[in-house]
Structures are given as C-alpha cells and as structure tokens.
C-alpha cells in the first residue's frame, strides 16, 4: 500500500464515526470526476493537515491565502478568504497581505485578487470604511535593518541604484514598518509567497527574518508542508531545502559568534546612508556593531552633515552617546535644545523622546550605544520640523 493511501487508512481507521460524519469539502465536479481527489482532499488535506495543531488555523489561511494571491489563483481565494475570516485573519490583514504581495510577487497578482475580495468582504458585509483609516504609527525598524541596508546598498546599488533605494527606503524601512500586518504574519506571508513561486534567491533571507520576527523553526516547516498543497510538492520540497540550509547557516553563526575572541571594527567601515524614513538631511552610518552570546548591545557611527537631524525617537532600555567630531544638538521632548561637542557623553533614558543631529552650520559624529529588548533597540516617531529644529532656543 502507497504510503499516503496507508496513512487516509490509518486516519479512517482511527476515527470511523468522524469520518463518516464529516461533511464532505470535496466539490461536487471533484467528486464526480475525480474521486481519489476528492478522497486526499476530505481525509488529508482538510481531515489530517488543516486540523494538525502543529501550525494555528489563522497562520494556515494567511499561508494559504497568500499562496493564492502570490501565484494569481483568483478562483480558488473565495472560499479561502471566507475561511480565512472564520479563522480569526482580520479584514485589515487581509488587505495589509495583499499590499504586501504586490511587492513581493507582482502588482499584477495582487490588484488581480481585489475584486474578489471586494466581493467577499461585500458579502460578509464588512465595513471597508474602516479599511480606509489612517495608518497609525509605524513599527520600528530592527536592530539587524543596518547591515541589510549595507548588503542592499552594495549588492544592488551598482548596477540598479533606484532599486537599491527603493527597497531600504520604500520597501523595509516603509512596508515592513506598516502596523496592518505583524512582523511575525508579514513574515510567513513572505515566506509563502516566495515558496509558492520558487524564489528561492530571497527565501534563505526571509526565513531568518522570520526567526527574528518571532516564527520558530517548527512553524516555519509546518507552513511549507502546508503550501505544498496548495503550490505543489516540488515548490515546498526546494523550499524545505532552502529553509534547511538557512538553519545551519544560523546554528554555525552562532556556533561562530560564541567561540570569537575581541572583534574590533575599523573606523567608516560598511557605510551606508540614514534612510529618509527615519532621518532629514545627509546622514552615514559607518561600524556598525553587535554583541556576540547574550549580549543585547549594539550600535554604530552616525556622522550628520550641517542640518541633518534624526526623527523624534525612543529606545526601550536608553542610549549612550559619544560626541567625537564637529558640533550637535540634542533635545528631549519638553526640554531645551542642547549643544554637544566632542568629548562630550550623553546618555538618554528609556523611554524618553528625543532627537540629534548637527548644527545648521557644522557636521557631528557620534558614536550611538543601545541595549535591544524583545529585538528591537529603537523606536521611531515623526520627524523634527524645520520649526523645531531652527526656531528652538538652545543651551549648553
């Protein structure tokens, strides 16, 4: 007996009066033309798979939904957004998905999947009003996002510059940042997608995002078996070899990062430009540093050419600054500006906004210090307006 047939008779067996009960979610054409189809999709797809705890209902029909959207299966998103819905996947998720695919497989794909979800969500009788409220404040960027900017600045940056800035400063710092999507579900939905349409070249990356984003290595699996019903088995068999190999290059990382020794990290080293997002005005980022073990601290060298600021910000567990060129300004919110000058130490809170940068007519540089908590070290506010950073009155 064929090993899957062994395990649709093992289930049978198991649960005879479940079985028998059960209604059947085969179609009738299925049925009719196709009944060992018909078979796989009652007794191992939706009696074995769906209803595995191994991965929530909820992350299935964000996987499955993505999957649909990713490769262009407008005929079957009906009935999966409607179970998307009764598992618990929002209105606003789903509509943060399929802004998200657009980059991620296509605009095609996604503007594709709206007129049916339009018609599902009529039908559900969703208020897509509220689909239409502002976007609230946006996620802070991680720690790690600086040595992702710098391999996107040098890998794509010589040959397609625009790309290159377009996904630091759209893509990552913008799209990732958005709050209609979690980081962990915006991950999983990447990670189908890509999976989906056999982009392996991004998948190593967006599997170790996912660790970052809170997907453990089981759910990560889990979703890849899961798509391999709906993408087909060799897309979640070259996928499950990507994954696998992304997992040992974290293990030997680790491995690695608990074994060294002091690193020093040269002076302008891996410089890569402060995102607009996050920054007025020309700013670098240079040395960027991380703590190897358990050590949460990190951080990196931040020059500020005259009249280049930060945006209001805050850090869970404080920062430390080290002024070591030119001249600065800094300001906690409900607090004077204040000049720094080299040599000059400055250590901010937890928890307390604020923002630096240079003076109008000098450049600083600063070396930046911060614990990280629950991965993130920062969190970004809107910016400081030309009437805040000029008008201001400033103290020593």
Same mark, same amino acid.
């Given at each position: ?54 991965l929530s209902p909820c992350d299935r029909s964000l996987v499955t939904v993505s999957v649909l959207i990713a490769t262009g299966k407008t ?13 618990? !996947?929002?209105? !606003? ?10 980059? =991620? ?92 349409? &056999? ?30 019903? =709906? ?14 190999k992304a997992f040992k290059g974290l293990d030997a990382a680790q491995a690695a990062s608990a074994a060294e020794g002091v690193r020093i990290?040269?002076? &302008?080293?891996?410089?890569?430009? &402060? ?50 060129? &030119? ?41 930046? !210090? ?13 910016? !400081?307006?030309?009437?805040? =950073? ?7």
């Open positions: 007996m064929k090993p899957v047939v062994a395990a649709m008779a093992a289930l049978t067996l198991a649960t005879p009066v479940e079985a028998q009960d059960r209604k059947s979610v085969a179609p009738k054409a299925m049925q009719a033309v196709a009944p060992g189809l018909a078979g796989y999709t009652d007794e191992v797809l939706f009696g074995d798979v769906w209803v595995s705890p191994a005929a079957q998103l009906t009935g999966h957004l409607g179970r998307a819905l009764d598992n618990g !996947v929002t209105p !606003v998720e789903i509509a943060g998905v399929v802004t998200h695919l657009a980059f =991620y497989a296509g605009w095609p794909n996604a503007v594709s999947s709206l007129e049916v979800i339009e018609k599902v969500f009529t039908d559900r009788s969703v208020d897509m009003t509220a689909l239409q409220a502002p976007v609230a404040a946006s996620l802070p960027i991680p720690a790690s996002d600086a040595a992702r900017a710098q391999a996107v600045t040098a890998g794509i940056g010589p040959a397609a510059p625009k790309l290159a800035a377009l996904t630091n400063d759209v893509l990552f710092a913008d799209l990732w940042r958005r709050p209609d999507l979690a980081p962990r579900d915006r991950s999983l939905a990447t990670i189908a997608a890509l999976a989906a349409n &056999g982009d392996e070249a991004g998948l190593a990356f967006h599997v170790g995002l996912g660790l970052q984003n809170g997907l453990t290595r089981a759910e990560v699996g889990e979703a890849l078996t899961h798509l391999a019903f =709906y993408a087909g088995w060799p897309k979640a068999t070259a996928a499950v070899a990507v994954a696998d990290v040269p002076p &302008g080293s891996q410089p890569v430009q &402060g995102p607009a997002a996050t920054f007025t005005g020309a700013v670098t980022v240079t040395s960027p540093f991380k703590g190897s073990g358990d050590a949460r601290l990190g951080g990196a060298t931040v020059t500020f050419q005259p009249g280049a600021r930060s945006n209001w910000h805050s850090h869970p567990l404080g920062q430390l600054l080290i002024v070591t060129a &030119g001249e600065g300004l800094i300001q906690a919110q409900g607090e004077p500006v204040r000049r720094i000058k080299p040599g000059d130490v400055v250590w901010t809170p937890p928890r307390v906004k604020h923002w630096h940068g240079a003076t109008p007519a000098s450049a600083m540089t600063h070396v930046a !210090v911060a614990e990280a908590l629950d991965g993130a070290s920062v969190s970004w506010l809107g910016p !400081v307006t030309d009437a805040e =950073y000029r008008t201001a009155p400033t103290e020593r």
